[in-house]
Nanobody, 115 residues
Framework: QAQLVESGGGLVQPGGSLRLSCEASGSISRFNTMGWYRQAPGKQRELVASVTSGGSTTYVDSVKGRFTISTDNRKNTAYLQMNSLAPEDTAVYYC?????????WGQGTQVTVSS
């Protein structure tokens, strides 16, 4: 079992930055992958970024060059650094972890980009 708790969301102006954190209960080194998804009102949840246990990362095209996913095994935490935020980045962001066939989700954190 694992619990994921996100934090770091909020209201930010266009062009601003936020860093989301996802703290896991227990070691994150056991996970095959960790990722960040987002869901905007009226839209399907989409994968934003993911990182494998080997350190390989993937990003959706719309965030490449602006967002960076990382992990800190000592703190059992995954991060999503978001720069140059735009109104279309507004969504609830969810942390995700995959351990074999088991998938864990956090409760989500709201990110709103607005002037």
């Amino acid at each position: 079992q694992a619990q994921l708790v996100e934090s770091g969301g909020g209201l930010v102006q266009p062009g601003g930055s936020l860093r989301l954190s996802c703290e896991a209960s227990g070691s994150i080194s056991r996970f095959n992958t960790m990722g960040w998804y987002r869901q905007a009102p009226g839209k399907q949840r989409e994968l934003v970024a993911s990182v494998t246990s080997g350190g390989s990362t993937t990003y959706v095209d719309s965030v490449k060059g602006r967002f960076t996913i990382s992990t800190d095994n000592r703190k059992n935490t995954a991060y999503l650094q978001m720069n140059s935020l735009a109104p279309e980045d507004t969504a609830v962001y969810y942390c995700n972890a995959r351990w074999g066939l088991i998938i864990y989700w956090g409760q989500g954190t709201q990110v709103t980009v607005s002037s």
